[in-house]
């Protein structure tokens, strides 16, 4: 069985390591567009999208897709799209609790087979000073939320309820049951 992740995120290729599979990294081509008002229909929404990208183009492998948002205040946060809206989104996370929803698809087109599902854990971010914000802005563009827990330096995260890889874009206990699913599929 050839399994490939369909994803850029380095997050996702070390978590996926770590559990032991040998996996292919194929990054999905899918434009991230999705109407749903909804995080946990527009993470699920994405993450089919993005293994669906890569299974048509690998139709007998397994693929793995997934994609993170951070919600707060009834506002759907992706990656911020430059420096200013970094600093806007860190603004309006500072000091709230937030939820951070993961969506995992896996598919396998020639068989015909494909489970998705999401996983959410609950954020408190620290109150920082404007200064702290400042430093803060810009340093993580590639991230929803513009922050990252992973990284020790970044001080903003106090608190997080549920699963702590779920933040970090690939949330390891779900994966497993839902992969445990497929397999029996
Ligand atoms: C909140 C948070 C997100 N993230 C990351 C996980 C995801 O990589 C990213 C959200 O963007 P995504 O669009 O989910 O993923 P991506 O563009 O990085 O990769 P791909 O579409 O190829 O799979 O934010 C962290 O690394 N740390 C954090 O604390």
Redesign the pocket.
Known sequence: MQLVL???????IAILKELGMKFDII??QAP?NSRKKRPAAR?KE?AVQ?AFDVARKYPGAVVI??????YCKGEII??PKDRADALRILKKLNGAWQS?Y?GVCVMNLQEQKMLFGHDVSK?KARRLSPQELEHLAGK?M????A?????TD?PF?ERIVGSRSN????PVEFFQKLFKEFLAL
């Open positions: 369909a994803s850029k995120s380095p997050r996702r990054p999905s991230e993470v994405l993005k897709g997934a994609d993170t948002l951070v992706g990656k951070v993961t954020c993580h590639d991230k929803a939320g922050y990252a827990v992973q990284d970044d995260i933040v970090v874009g690939f």
